[in-house]
């Protein structure tokens, strides 16, 4: 949307340099959305954040924070899967079927031209789905424990993914590790248990989201 309106716009782009403003602008909201929605968990659940603590003190130390670094963050991979299950920014994703497809193992036909909608939110707290799907729990996103691929929709499935799927991710954990090197997220008294979209704003939570951020010692 963003690359028709620069187009329109009339900017001028090549192919890689649209595709590479559509992979950059593409992770903007996901990573500003995502990373307030991780400091509203990190301040409901210390015992989560001493542990991401302890993973980033192990893993970086005082070294440089790196490309290479940030991908050993697995605990952290858990904890921000999981902050997008448990709170969710879309209620369901929407495509068009391009041709006539059965449903395996059903007698299901889906017409080409039909628009089949997916509803995330239920699949993402389903019995069956994940180990502990009624808590917050990283260890619901825990490889070893088979999380279900499809109920997890962070940024989609298959070949219509979030084109800034991997700039959203890399942007959101730097921004995590040097919040959680130097601070700590704390509960106010404005802090939310949990954040809803503002229906008039989907780019706003309502109620705003408040926490208290207090210096390492």
């Known amino acids: 949307m963003l690359g028709g309106a620069l187009l329109a716009s009339g900017a001028s782009f090549n192919e890689t340099g649209y595709v590479s403003a559509m992979?950059?602008?593409?992770?903007?909201?996901?990573t500003t959305q995502g990373y307030t929605m991780c400091c509203n968990k990190l301040a409901l659940h210390p015992d989560i954040q001493e542990k991401l603590y302890e993973e980033i003190t192990e893993v970086i130390g005082d070294d440089e924070v790196t490309f290479d670094r940030i991908q050993d963050l697995k605990y952290m991979d858990m904890f921000i899967a999981e902050v997008f299950r448990r709170q969710g920014l879309v209620n369901a994703h929407e495509r068009l079927c391009t041709k006539d497809y059965k449903v395996p193992g059903t007698n299901y036909v889906i017409p080409k031209d039909r628009f089949v909608r997916i509803y995330v939110k239920e699949m993402a707290r389903a019995e069956g789905n994940f180990v502990n799907p009624g808590e917050f729990d990283p260890e619901n996103c825990n490889p070893s424990n088979n999380p279900s691929k499809f109920a997890q929709m962070i940024f989609g499935?298959?070949?219509?993914?979030?084109?800034?799927?991997?700039?959203?991710?890399?942007?959101?954990?730097?921004?995590?590790?040097?919040?959680?090197?130097?601070?700590?997220?704390?509960?106010?008294?404005?802090?939310?248990?949990e954040l809803v979209l503002d229906p008039s704003n989907p780019n706003v939570f309502k109620g705003g989201v408040f926490v208290k951020i207090e210096k390492r010692v």
């Open 157 to 193: 499935q298959g070949p219509r993914n979030c084109i800034g799927m991997r700039y959203a991710m890399v942007t959101m954990k730097v921004a995590l590790v040097y919040t959680l090197m130097r601070h700590q997220v704390l509960r106010c008294d404005k802090t939310l248990e």
């Open 23 to 30: 992979l950059f602008f593409g992770g903007f909201d996901t």
